[in-house]
């Protein structure tokens, strides 16, 4: 699941990527796995690392709030 939904991110991320290059993008999140993936930068999926080194390759800065 946390995947799946870093994968929607991702194409946002690429859909809007002329936008977003070099701008802080902030997530509202209720996946507190997905929160926590993208404040610490890291997870074992390499899935889920792809996708966070894509924004990063982008020069966009990667946020997320949790939605209680």
């Known amino acids: 699941i946390t ?3 870093l994968l929607a991110a991702h194409l946002v991320i ?3 990527l002329p936008e977003l290059q070099g ?4 997530f ?3 996946n507190q796995a997905v ?3 993208v404040r610490s930068r890291t997870s074992r999926s390499p899935v889920l690392m ?3 080194r ?3 390759r982008r020069r966009a800065v990667l946020g ?3 939605l209680d």
Do not use: G, I, N, P
């Open 64 to 66: 997320a709030t949790f």
């Open 35 to 37: 929160v926590y993936v």
């Open 3 to 5: 995947a799946k939904e």
């Open 23 to 26: 701008q802080h993008v902030r």
């Open 50 to 52: 792809k996708l966070l």
């Open 14 to 16: 690429q859909s809007f």
């Open 54 to 56: 894509f924004a990063t």
């Open 28 to 30: 509202m999140e209720d």
